[in-house]
Structures are given as C-alpha cells and as structure tokens.
C-alpha cells in the first residue's frame, strides 16, 4: 500500500513540471512579442511600458498595438488546439481537426456575406460566429436523421458534406463582390489574420472561449473513456451519445468564436495535439493544458513573424500551412505505432 501511494504522489510531477515550463515558455514569448516590432522595444522600455512609466509613445505602442495582438494571438492558438485534441480524441482519429465538422467553412461563409453586405467589423465577427454554430448545428440535424449504427463515421461525412456546401457559397460570393473593394477584404479574411486587432474584438470571444474550455476539462475522464469505443464506454457507466453532444458543442462553440476573431487559421488544431502527446501522452487531463500551452505559444511565434518577416503583412493561413504541413509529414513518416 505504502508503494502504491507513493507511486501515486510522485507520478504526477513530471506533467507539472512540464507544465510550469511551457508557462514559462509562453510568458517569455509573450514578452519577446511585445518587444518585436517597427517600432522595436528594449526589455527596460517594455517593462516600464507595462507598469505605465517611461516613455509615453512606447506605452501607446505597448498597450494599444501590441499587447492585444499578442492577448489574441494565445487565445487563437489555445482554443484551436484545444478544440483540435478534443475533436482527435473523441473521433479516435489524428487526422482530425477543429473543421472537421464545418465549423471554419460556416464561419467562413458567414463573415463573407457580412462583407458582402458591407456591415461594419462587429456584424461581421458575429456574421461569423453564427455561420459556424449553425453549421455544426445542420450537420448535427441531420446526423440525427441518418439511420447509421457507426454515428461518428455519420458525423464525419456529413460535415465534409455540410463544409462543401458552405465553400460553393462562400465561392459564389466572392464572385459576386466588388473585386476592387469587397474582394481583397474577403480573401484577406479567409487567409486568417490579426491585424489592427483592438481589445474591444477580444472582449467577445474570450467568455465564449472560457465557456467552451470548462467542460472539456470536467469531462476529461468521460473524454478518455470514450476514445476507447462506445462499447466500452457504455460498459464503464458512460452516456457515450450524451458526452459526444456536450464535447462537439464546446469544441464547436471554442472554434467559432476564435475563427470569427481571426479569420480561417488552419493546420493548429491538427498539428498542436500530436506534439502535446508526444510529450504528455494521450490521457486527455494531461493533454488539453499541453496543448493549450503549446497551441498559445506556437500561434504567438507565428503571429510575430507574419507582421515582421516582410514590408506587408503574410496572412496567418499560409506561414501556419508553410510550417504546419511538412511538420506533419514528418510525423506521419515516423510511422508510429497507433495514433494515441
């Protein structure tokens, strides 16, 4: 008994120290981002920037310009690995991510038509918050039609089929704009972006994220459970049909509302969870704060050389696939012996 406890008290640690190090990591990113610029700062001037003293330009530049990028640059990489492990471990499948039910091409289709209609930021934002949730809504609707034994197979297509959908109207639309105004606003849009990110467009979407994020993490156990199959979820005492509902909207909802933020950021959902179990292992109480860490901080470093790398700004689509995409490769070239 007394092995047994001890065992018990120190197996922990490991993933707490891990822990620590990736806060630590992320607050150290966070400081070098605020630092990093045109207007480039010196650790002296941003600290006496962030306790509001020195130099009255540099505390403009910290408090309106840089620290809400950077505030929104780890809340789109957190939520989207967040949502991308629970997704991969509620599908049983690595080659899952956050838009696998719809969800970015809803929201895609909805900030389109906002701007296509010409309505200011704040309508499109939640143009596109409501595309996605109705999205996922339709491909849960009509899941729940579909007479099909293997119900995560029957989400799974109807949601490619559901994405499609909403990409032939988001298509129509962009042929349909003003290609001198409308249209280098949307394909911007699409691309995923943080620029002239404002504290007021982070406002809405850190409760929805917050939200979303509470019962994955009360439902990490019934999470772990379910990766095993529905059989055997059913046999330990798990409501498998329940807990899937409970998981998808959380996930949904912690997507949407990051997307309709920042644009279609692809490959941080898919990519994030496979290092975060790399390092922690697939038990889902360990993995969802590893990949938040991790999701932050990657999405941080990207954001930081998307606004400095060129004289124009890259889009955050194409440096998260440029990098995202050949990593990915690579793990799958490791030919590892089961995805968890």
């Known amino acids: 008994m007394g092995r047994g406890t001890t065992t018990r008290i120190i197996a922990p640690r490991p993933v707490l120290t891990l822990t620590g190090a990736l806060t630590l990591v992320l607050v150290l990113l966070a400081f070098g981002a605020v630092m990093i ?7 002296g001037q941003t600290l006496a920037a962030l306790v509001g003293r020195g130099d009255s330009q540099a505390q403009i530049v910290v408090w309106n310009i840089r620290l809400p990028r950077v505030a929104a640059a780890v809340l789109v990489g957190a939520a989207l690995a967040a949502a991308g492990a629970s997704y991969q471990a509620l599908f049983r499948n690595p080659l899952v991510s956050p838009d696998i039910l719809g969800v970015s091409a809803g929201a895609g289709l909805g900030a389109v038509a906002g701007i296509f209609l010409s309505l200011p930021v704040a309508a499109i934002q939640a143009s596109a918050f409501a595309g996605g949730m109705v999205a996922v809504g339709a491909v849960t609707l009509v899941a729940s039609l579909v007479r099909n034994t293997d119900r995560t197979l029957t989400l799974v297509l109807i949601g ?3 994405g499609a959908l909403a990409g032939a109207a988001t298509s129509l639309l962009k042929v349909m704009a003003d290609p001198y105004d409308q249209l280098p606003a949307i394909t911007f849009w ?13 406002l809405p979407a850190l409760p929805a994220v917050l939200v979303g994020l509470v019962p994955l993490a009360l439902l990490r156990w019934r999470i772990n459970v ?4 529905d059989e055997e979820a059913r046999a330990l005492g798990v409501e498998a049909g329940r807990t899937r509902f409970l998981v998808i909207a959380a996930a949904t909802l912690i997507t949407a509302s990051v997307t309709a933020l920042a644009g279609v950021v692809g490959w941080v959902g898919l990519v994030i969870p496979h290092i975060a179990r790399m390092l922690v292992g697939p038990g889902f109480g360990r993995l969802l704060p590893a990949s938040v860490l991790i999701g932050a901080g990657y ?3 990207v954001d930081t050389l998307a606004r400095t790398m060129a004289q ?20 799958l070239a490791r030919g590892r012996r089961g995805w968890s």
């Open 190 to 202: 699409l691309l995923g972006s943080l620029a002239a990110i404002t504290t007021d467009d982070i």
């Open 37 to 43: 610029g045109p207007y480039a700062l010196t650790p």
């Open 312 to 331: 124009a700004e890259v889009p955050l689509g194409i440096l998260t696939a440029v990098i995202g995409a050949p990593f990915f490769v690579w793990l």
């Open 299 to 301: 999405l941080l470093v």
């Open 160 to 162: 490619v089929v559901i």
């Open 226 to 229: 379910l990766s095993l199959g």
